[in-house]
């Protein structure tokens, strides 16, 4: 059974980092494009970050220059670190695998149950 399982959200201040890993089991996704999305309330999900199989990376306008996707293919896991947080970064991340290898196009297949995190004084 695939499962992607997400850690490292809570609670920052303004300014602050944290970082987002997501564990992923039951296959490897050597092959496959990883991404972040976020979906914060009463808004849409939107995607955050994506890293093709080859590493190519792929940045949402409103983090790019603050966050950092990466993956780890050995330990089957992808992280994000992100820095400079905003309170408008405050949403519910979620991990995605692709259908497919790049990022162009990216196509979820399978998701994660998501991360809290909260940008606040």
């Known amino acids: 059974q695939v499962q992607l399982v997400e850690s490292g959200g809570g609670l920052v201040q303004p300014g602050g980092s944290l970082r987002l890993s997501c564990a992923a089991s039951?296959?490897?996704?050597?092959?496959?494009?990883m991404a972040w999305y976020r979906q914060a309330p009463g808004k849409q999900r939107e995607l955050v970050a994506a890293?093709?199989?080859?590493?190519?990376?792929l940045y949402g306008f409103s983090v790019k220059d603050r966050f950092t996707i990466s993956r780890d293919n050995a330990k089957n896991t992808v992280y994000l670190q992100m820095n400079s947080l905003k309170p408008e970064d405050t949403a519910v991340y979620y991990c995605?695998?692709?259908?497919?290898?790049?990022?162009?196009?990216?196509?979820?297949?399978?998701w994660g149950p998501g991360t809290q995190v909260t940008v606040s004084s």
């Open positions: 039951g296959r490897t996704f050597s092959s496959n494009a």
């Open positions: 890293i093709s199989s080859a590493g190519g990376i």
């Open positions: 995605a695998a692709s259908r497919g290898t790049t990022v162009v196009g990216i196509t979820p297949q399978y």
